[in-house]
Structures are given as structure tokens and as C-alpha cells.
Nanobody, 121 residues
Framework: QVQLVESGGGLVQPGGSLRLSCAAS????????MRWYRQTPGKERELVAG???????NYADSVKGRFTISGDNSKRMVYLQMSSLRPEDTAVYYC???????????????WGQGNQVTVSS
């Protein structure tokens, strides 16, 4: 079984910074993509940022220039450095990876449990 455990959320003032971490554990052969999503009540989960195994990154327009995603496949870790935080960044943030556990099983998507980030004065 693959498990994702997130940490680093909390309460921060507008303009502040937070760093989210996500640790993947279990039998993992390799990871193709690592992503962060977020969700607020009544809204669909949205993609925040992603990074491939080739270190290609992509970001939602709303976070470009403020958030930075990084991943370490060898350590099975993915991070989201968030700066210049705004109240509208308040959400539950989810870690997500595409991984496979053996070479004969296709890649699957795994989710973390979610971590609350609140931006408020």
C-alpha cells in the first residue's frame, strides 16, 4: 500500500509564508508526477502545482510567482513553498502522486489526507 502523509499547514497572516511537505511511503517502484491540489467548501478540487520526474513544473495562474513546487523522488518527498499568501489561498491542500508499485502494474493516483491552510489576520 502507498500512503501519503502531509505536514506543514496551519494559520498564517496575509503576506506570510508556509511550506507544505508530503512524504510517500510503501512499496513504490517509481513516481511519474507529484502534485498539490486544494479545495474549499462547495468548490471542486483544483490543481495548484505539479512536478514531473524530469523536474518539469506547472502552476495554476493564481499561484504563479508565489508558490514553488519541488520533489525528491529518491526520498519520496514533495514540497510546496508558499509565499505572499492571500486569504483566497485558504483551503485544504492535498498531496497527489502518480506511482506504480511494480513494473507490470500501471501507474495509479494516490492522495494524501489533506492539510488545512488558513490565511487570515
Amino acid at each position: 500500500q502507498v500512503q501519503l502523509v502531509e505536514s506543514g499547514g496551519g494559520l498564517v497572516q496575509p503576506g506570510g509564508s508556509l511550506r507544505l511537505s508530503c512524504a510517500a511511503s510503501g512499496t513504490i517502484l517509481d513516481i511519474s508526477v507529484m502534485r498539490w491540489y486544494r479545495q474549499t467548501p462547495g468548490k471542486e478540487r483544483e490543481l495548484v502545482a505539479g512536478v514531473t520526474s524530469d523536474s518539469i513544473t506547472n502552476y495554476a495562474d493564481s499561484v504563479k510567482g508565489r508558490f514553488t513546487i519541488s520533489g525528491d523522488n529518491s526520498k519520496r518527498m514533495v514540497y510546496l513553498q508558499m509565499s505572499s499568501l492571500r486569504p483566497e489561498d485558504t483551503a485544504v491542500y492535498y498531496c497527489n502522486i502518480n506511482a506504480r508499485t511494480t513494473s507490470w502494474i500501471p501507474f495509479r493516483t494516490y492522495w494524501g489526507q489533506g492539510n488545512q491552510v488558513t490565511v487570515s489576520s
